[in-house]
């Protein structure tokens, strides 16, 4: 079994508080995630003291405004954090990512009175949210959701069903789509809801392939009962919320999706320099060297795209293409690395022992999460051709 932690990564910060903020991020990943992540991942262990201690450090609320309790960072260097907890256990880096993505509606759309109301204890308080859009008969189609809400004086009432919501079941907070008019786009609204809402229940978590320390489940909401005031935004206006909302999550998949080839490529690196056959290192061998060397490439290449991506939003300029070129390469890319780290360590590739299995399996779950990789290819396609004819 594997007992080295690799080197860092030499990043482009552009900050000594940003480099200061990395090197407390990689001392915790050392310390307290990636020792014990195979064996939570194999024992399917969600770790929720560790996302306590991450709240207390400062690490959920990093791209929001200090006032609500975020840190002030831009998304270049929020990006970078995902990555190196990604990169020590997925789990942790997606978890991160899934509820900065809850946490964005009402960051970006919600009333001064709810910012101030919510935020605090969303971003710094301990708190964990999750994100509610798709359904059981409704994922990449995203906006022929059913869940309805019906106003009742000034609460609605939800009723309907959610999947594939990663801390389906264990958040204590739910960005919840939901229909409050007709068909398409225009009908569905936002709404805050607790954790522990009466009506509300999770079904058992889905058995996953990988990120199995991740809970993803479906909800229900039978006559969930949402005051008014955790309405975000206008009525009608959810959809447009949500989507915009993902296209700074598709960001934070991205990152992860690095940060999990990043670990691929070390551990294969580190593999090759040990393992001897024929008398020597393989690493000096020059086809497998080749394959280090893709490997590599891809990696660096992907972060340089899901980088300036982050940069256009960081200065306030559309990024949505970037956006969903950025996931749609660097989970492609951590598809291929992992694919090809297996290979780099043959048999004990394909064995627990090492993590590259693991890493392949996770891999596979990122470019399906946030929209498939097909969803993006029609993103980036509208944005170059226009909407299809009908």
Known sequence: MPDHFPPPVDRPLPTDEARDLLALVRDIARREIAPTAAEDEEAGRFPRELFTLLSEAGLLGLP????????????????????????????????????????QPLAA???????????????GGGLLGAYCL????????????????VRDGDTWVITGAKAWT???????????????????????????????????SAAPPERKMGLKGSPTAQ????????????????????????????????????????????????????????????????????????LLADMATRIEAGRALYLAAARLRDA?????????????HCTDAAMRVTTDAVQVLGGYGCTADFPVERYL???????????????????????????ETR
């Open 219 to 290: 909800l229900h909401f039978d006559g969930v009962r949402v005051p008014d005031v955790r309405r975000v935004g206008e009525v009608g206006q959810g959809f447009a919320i949500a989507l915009a909302a993902l296209d700074s999550g598709r960001l934070g998949i991205a990152a992860c999706a690095v940060g999990v080839a990043q670990a691929a490529l070390d551990e294969a690196v580190a593999y090759a320099r040990d393992r001897r056959q024929f008398g020597r290192p393989v690493a000096d061998f020059q086809g497998l060297r080749f």
């Open 109 to 123: 759309h919600g009333t001064e009175e709810q910012r101030a109301a919510h935020l605090p204890a969303m971003l």
């Open 134 to 149: 798709s359904e059981p008969a409704s994922g990449s189609d995203a906006a022929s959701l059913r869940t309805r809400a």
């Open 316 to 328: 306030g300029r559309p990024f949505a293409a970037q956006a969903a070129m950025a996931k749609l």
């Open 361 to 387: 399996r996770e891999a596979k779950a990122l470019q399906i999460v946030e929209g498939t990789n097909q969803v993006q290819r029609m993103v980036i396609a509208r944005h170059l051709v226009g909407p």
């Open 64 to 103: 929001y405004d200090s006032a609500h309790g975020g840190g002030d960072q831009p998304y270049e260097v929020y990006l970078q954090v995902l990555e190196e907890l990604a990169a020590a256990r997925l789990t942790v880096g997606l978890g991160i990512s899934v509820h900065t993505l809850a946490a």
């Open 166 to 200: 990663t801390h389906g079941g264990i958040a204590d907070f739910y960005t919840v789509m939901a229909r409050t008019g007709g068909e398409g786009r225009r009908g569905i609204t936002v709404f805050l809801v607790p954790g522990d809402a009466d009506g509300l």
